[in-house]
């Protein structure tokens, strides 16, 4: 089983705001990622170090963190945004990187 | 721009070998550590091994032993040796590279290759 816990899956209608969770006690010592994937598609790195947005990913990603717990928040989803998302971090060597189950995001 | 062209894979018997290879461009291959990661059809995805700049290189336990993962400073190329291959080992497989020297989160990735483990 992942280390990181998240829902998998969530809706939102478009337009509106959705947060998704990532929960794991690694996360109070090692920062999250997000990755966003559409069918078909390789991955694409849209939140790195808790909150940070990578050059070309669209302000409305945003990345949080409290305790043990790293949400992913897309303020104003658009259609384009319906896909799976996964978070990121590592397990408690710090060595080896681990993802969460992933979650199927819907834009209604 | 960062393209990785993942290849090298197909189908293969179980307890067979495979390599995969991945060509890097658009960056200067040898300062940053590249990672194989694995996604099972239809499922999430699966961290494989990671090779920093300098090679220190780092394995799942489900694939220790068995994979070997290297690099071609010189020829911008990234190698995943695949040994004893069991059909859970059936998956695409991405190449990534990092965003540092070290390990620290795949910031682009290839377009993967497809691993099929099947008698």
């Not at chain 1, 069918?39 to 990578?54: D, E, F, T």
């Not at chain 1, 409290?66 to 992913?72: D, Q």
């Not at chain 2, 070998?17 to 239809?42: E, H, K």
């Not at chain 2, 990234?78 to 620290?104: F, H, V």
Request: net charge neutral; with cysteine.
């Amino acid at each position: 089983s992942s280390e990181l816990t998240q829902d998998p899956a969530v809706s939102v209608a478009l337009g509106q705001t959705v947060r998704i969770t990532c929960q794991g006690d690694r996360l109070r010592s090692y920062y999250a990622s997000w990755f966003q994937q559409k069918p078909g598609q390789a991955p694409v790195l849209v939140i790195y170090g808790n909150n940070n947005r990578p050059s070309g990913i669209p302000d409305r990603f945003s990345g949080s963190y409290s305790g043990n717990t790293a949400s992913l928040t897309i303020t104003g989803a658009q259609a384009e945004d319906e896909a799976d998302y996964y978070c990121n971090s590592r397990d408690s060597s710090g060595n080896h990187l681990v993802f969460g189950g992933g979650t199927k995001l819907t834009v209604l | 721009e960062v393209q990785l062209v993942d290849s090298g894979g197909g189908l293969v018997q179980p307890g067979g070998s495979l390599r995969l290879s991945c060509a890097a461009s658009g960056f200067t291959f040898s300062n940053y550590a590249m990672t194989w990661v694995r996604q099972a059809p239809g499922k999430g995805l699966e961290w494989v091994s990671t090779i920093s700049g300098g090679g220190s290189t780092y394995y799942a336990d489900s694939v220790k032993g068995r994979f070997t993962i290297s690099r071609d400073n010189s020829k911008n190329t990234l190698y995943l040796q695949m040994n004893s291959l069991r059909p859970e080992d059936t998956a695409i497989y991405y190449c990534a590279k990092d965003r540092g020297w070290q390990s620290e989160v795949p910031d682009y990735w290839g377009q993967g290759t497809l691993v099929t483990v099947s008698s």
